[in-house]
């Protein structure tokens, strides 16, 4: 079952992303998945800058995925909506829908984010604390 | 004299657009300038991406400068306030104040954009409207 | 059965490519493993730019996916090994390894591109001087 | 006088630098000076990786300057070639050449470093070891 987030983040298509046709790079698609990560983590608390410094863990994505239904024209406002469509032991999944004005679905991105013991290098359980915000910012 | 403008930009600094030592790296300033840029003009009703199809003209930077006084850190919102120091006959100076939340300034972008005949390749003056836009905004 | 191919493209990890902790950001490995195939297109005589102008069909790509097995630091050279294990009627996989100087597997990127007609915007069987060409350069 | 230096570095204009004319984004210039710089300083056991760790100060870029004389287009390799016009107290300039493969300069790129105390955050003079090295490579 996939759980649903209320976190939506928007963004508009630059000049220096597109292409000679006008149209986002691909590549780019992961760089605006991961803004809206960044973003969705600072609200809930765990912002990538704060817990850089103190934290006992980091979580390093270990697959990404993109399916691209239509193109993202220069100019063109996004939305992105996160959902977690999966929360494991020691590892969760993002999906990123990327819609268009009217709320059609562009394009579609996943990221596996796998948590990492800074000491050892290892994969460990999620620590309490986030699986719990994770959980709860999942309706 | 310095034309006032009041068109103001907001981003934030991302993870992805910052080095080792959590600051901005130098070169991505010019990209949020370029990005102030396409909606001041976008604001104005010349948006880069309208006037792409069915301009006589384009407007390459022909010159960039920064200066950096202090660092943009990850997570930091930028505001950038653009002004437009120089109007001249074939080209225009726009300027990017980028300020940290407080107000302090902590760089300054400088582009001179040159006007260029499509089919010629070679330099022109400003078409009336570009011009008429262009002073108007900045009072 | 994976076809393999001769192709081989080398890059260097820069600063401005990498995160705090030193390591490349996730989503700069498909600009890599694009700018690979660029390469590969090029040395077939199907060179991105040239056909820009004079072709009847865009290969956009519907798909993309990377597994990251290993982090790439600051400083590393990067080879990366082409591959293209689908070559269907009217789309192709095209498969990057990414190896470190002593040989080991780093991260591994899949693109799957569709033939597109110019003019209908439809998917098209790929033109036949494309697909020999890629039948043969994967032996 | 400008110092000559007989350090030069290649690269290849990529896709995904270019924009909708074809041509190269103005701001990755400075993003493949920086490149050259990192090659630049390595090439001078002077890296900007190895002293990241052990370095008791840092050289931020505190002036970026471009001028554009002619458009890079999609495939061009271009040479860069460095020189020191400036070596100060307590910063020093180094100067980008861009060259297209007939030798004609398409763009040049000036950056001053300014050596910071990574303790103290203030100027400092450069290093003997620094001055040194950045005096002898450039004859």
Chains 1, 2, 3, 4 share one sequence.
Not at 31 to 45: I, K, Q, R, S, V
Request: with cysteine; charged share 15%.
């Amino acid at each position: 079952m996939t759980k649903k987030c209320s976190f939506d983040y928007s963004f508009q298509i630059h000049f220096h992303e597109v292409d000679r046709a006008g149209v986002l790079f691909f590549a780019h698609l992961f760089t605006h998945a991961h803004d809206a990560y960044e973003l969705f983590m600072a609200n809930l608390g765990m912002g990538l800058d704060r817990t850089w410094s103190d934290q006992e863990y980091v979580l390093p994505i270990v697959s990404a995925t993109a399916d691209y239904h239509a193109p993202f024209h220069h100019g063109m406002t996004v939305t992105v909506r996160i959902t977690i469509p999966h929360l494991g032991q020691s590892s969760f999944t993002t999906s990123y829908n990327f819609l268009e004005p009217e709320g059609r679905q562009h394009a579609q991105v996943r990221l596996v984010h796998c948590c990492v013991d800074i000491t050892t290098g290892k994969a460990r359980v999620l620590p309490d604390t986030l699986r719990a915000l994770l959980a709860r910012a999942c309706v």
